[in-house]
């Protein structure tokens, strides 16, 4: 593949999910950066000791930034949550261009619990925020996107054989380091939003929208800061925020967004293949 042009993000309608913190907050903070209207979703709203990062907070360093975004507090395992949400974006700012799917659940001792562990209300909890809400929203905003020229759908996804192209399946990895991966709640969920995407593309590439999903890899949150300061772990292998950041609003802005519809990818690697930068200076058209 060769890098694409970046088109003018100025104006365009951007809902993040999950923006609270992590790769969320980094990347409204991207996006403000190129001009776009954030919508900013996430549960928290005001400080909580046992969690990093609020909604309000993001939204002031968007604002301070001089840029333009709204709050709107969102629980996504809650139907009605997530319609206020894209009824609020179409309210403020008239439309919605590109969806950003990066909330997951990742909190609490669904986390650590392993298979015999979990209960049925924990292993549900997950495919709601995780695979049924980007359902429910990808449903909401499509015809809005159609009605304003076509968009851009941008899941968060986990590791996968299909991103490391290989032609089987990879063996699964228990961990990386000392970093345990063995949440089966979350990562089946995610593979689920994987194949969601890959189905859904042909049908919303003929409405001018392209489905992206984006594995991350073992980025440097404030919540894996946390695990390893807890744990006495080396977090030498996280990425920093900014590289899936970089990535997501790449695929925000390039020019040829089919050519990436239906498909996953890896950010670090395809941060290095298309020689981009973490300076928020994008090739324009």
Same mark, same amino acid.
């Given at each position: 593949?060769?890098?694409? %042009?970046? /088109?003018?993000? *100025?104006?365009?309608?951007?809902?993040?999910? =999950?923006?609270?913190?992590?790769?969320? &907050?980094?990347?409204?903070? @991207?996006?403000?950066?190129?001009?776009?209207?954030?919508?900013?979703?996430? &549960?928290?709203?005001?400080?909580?000791?046992?969690?990093?990062?609020?909604?309000? $907070?993001?939204?002031?360093?968007?604002?301070?930034?001089?840029? @333009?975004?709204?709050?709107?507090?969102?629980?996504? %395992?809650?139907?009605?949550?997530l319609k206020h949400l894209v009824d609020a974006a179409v309210d403020r700012f008239g439309g919605v261009d590109v969806l950003i799917n990066n909330a997951a659940a990742t909190t609490g001792d669904i986390w650590s619990k392993r298979f015999?562990?979990?209960?049925?209300?924990?292993?549900?909890?997950?495919?709601?925020?995780?695979?049924?809400?980007? +359902?429910? /929203?990808?449903?909401?905003?499509?015809?809005?996107? $159609? @009605?304003?020229?076509?968009?851009?759908?941008?899941?968060?996804?986990?590791? @996968?054989?299909?991103? +490391?192209?290989?032609?089987? $399946?990879?063996?699964?990895?228990?961990?990386?380091?000392? +970093?345990?991966? %063995?949440?089966?709640?979350?990562?089946?969920?995610?593979?689920? /939003?994987? &194949?969601?995407?890959?189905?859904?593309?042909?049908?919303?590439?003929?409405?001018?929208?392209?489905?992206? =999903?984006?594995?991350?890899?073992?980025?440097?949150?404030?919540?894996?800061?946390?695990?390893? &300061?807890?744990?006495?772990? !080396?977090?030498?292998? %996280?990425?920093?925020?900014?590289?899936?950041?970089?990535?997501?609003?790449?695929?925000?802005?390039?020019?040829?967004?089919?050519?990436? *519809?239906?498909?996953?990818?890896?950010? $670090?690697?395809?941060?290095?293949?298309?020689?981009? !930068?973490?300076?928020?200076?994008?090739?324009?058209?």
């Amino acid at each position: 593949m060769q890098r694409q %042009a970046e /088109l003018d993000l *100025t104006g365009k309608v951007v809902i993040i999910t =999950g923006a609270s913190r992590g790769v969320g &907050r980094q990347a409204a903070q @991207s996006f403000a950066r190129r001009g776009a209207n954030v919508v900013l979703a996430a &549960r928290t709203v005001e400080p909580d000791r046992s969690l990093p990062g609020t909604l309000n $907070e993001t939204l002031t360093e968007i604002e301070n930034l001089g840029g @333009s975004a709204i709050a709107v507090q969102t629980d996504l %395992a809650s139907e009605a949550d997530l319609k206020h949400l894209v009824d609020a974006a179409v309210d403020r700012f008239g439309g919605v261009d590109v969806l950003i799917n990066n909330a997951a659940a990742t909190t609490g001792d669904i986390w650590s619990k392993r298979f015999l562990e979990l209960t049925r209300e924990d292993w549900l909890y997950q495919f709601d925020v995780n695979l049924h809400a980007p +359902f429910t /929203l990808m449903q909401l905003v499509t015809p809005i996107m $159609e @009605s304003r020229g076509g968009g851009r759908i941008l899941n968060l996804s986990t590791g @996968s054989g299909e991103v +490391f192209r290989q032609p089987e $399946e990879l063996p699964k990895l228990e961990s990386i380091g000392e +970093f345990s991966l %063995a949440v089966p709640g979350y990562y089946s969920s995610k593979r689920a /939003l994987d &194949r969601l995407g890959n189905v859904l593309a042909p049908e919303l590439s003929r409405k001018n929208i392209a489905v992206i =999903g984006l594995h991350p890899g073992l980025v440097a949150t404030e919540l894996v800061a946390i695990r390893v &300061r807890d744990a006495g772990l !080396d977090d030498t292998v %996280a990425v920093p925020m900014e590289v899936p950041a970089r990535m997501l609003a790449y695929f925000a802005a390039c020019a040829d967004p089919m050519e990436y *519809t239906g498909r996953l990818f890896w950010a $670090e690697r395809e941060l290095k293949e298309f020689g981009l !930068d973490l300076d928020e200076r994008p090739v324009t058209a």
